[in-house]
């Protein structure tokens, strides 16, 4: 067991309305990404945060939102969703920037847009 | 970005037989590839990685080999067993600090391990 813990595990939503999912690191990590998975499909990066600051950003609307907490567990907020929101999102933590860290992901949340 | 493709989608093979993934990458700055499994409703498992700097590593019945030349990377499973069937993905990073170490991954390969 990697230790990287998400919630909530499932989550059905209304289009529209707004979501916020969570992620706690593995302990000692200080880098978290995010990556939506959608059904049948690779992981997509979203945005990544380092020390409480993003650090690179994929090609997600600005409706796709996070923070890092000081203890390096980071939200993901989404607003207005959307129906191709609907998908598996992905937290992992890794020791760090740069270098080739290992990252290591949770077990997902599966989000339900209808 | 980086762009990284990955054949075949689905691969189907007897128990015992070998498997061989093949991923290309678009970027020359990337120089880290890891390799996850993922089972149903699992999360993404790291099952091996290798840097820039080598070639080829092997660990038990995986290996995994590097051509920064051609920018292509490969996944070699010897002797599968129905366990290993799975989604198998590549991934690719930038080492820089400055680019963190986001992965763009590969859109995966279903395998299927026949008894």
Known sequence: ETGVTQSPTHLIKTRGQQVTLRCSSQSGHNTVSWYQQALGQGPQFIFQYYREEENGRGNFPPR???LQFPNYSSELNVNALELDDSALYLCASSLG???GYEQYFGPGTRLTVT | GENVEQHPSTLSVQEGDSAVIKCTYSDSASNYFPWYKQELGKRPQLIIDIRSNVGE???QRIAVT???TAKHFSLHITETQPEDSAVYF???SGSFKAAGNKLTF???TRVLVKP
């Open chain 1, 64 to 66: 796709f939102s996070g």
């Open chain 2, 90 to 92: 590549c991934a690719a």
């Open chain 2, 66 to 68: 590097l051509n920064k």
């Open chain 2, 57 to 59: 590593k092997k660990d």
């Open chain 1, 97 to 99: 920037l740069g270098g």
């Open chain 2, 106 to 108: 590969g859109g995966g």
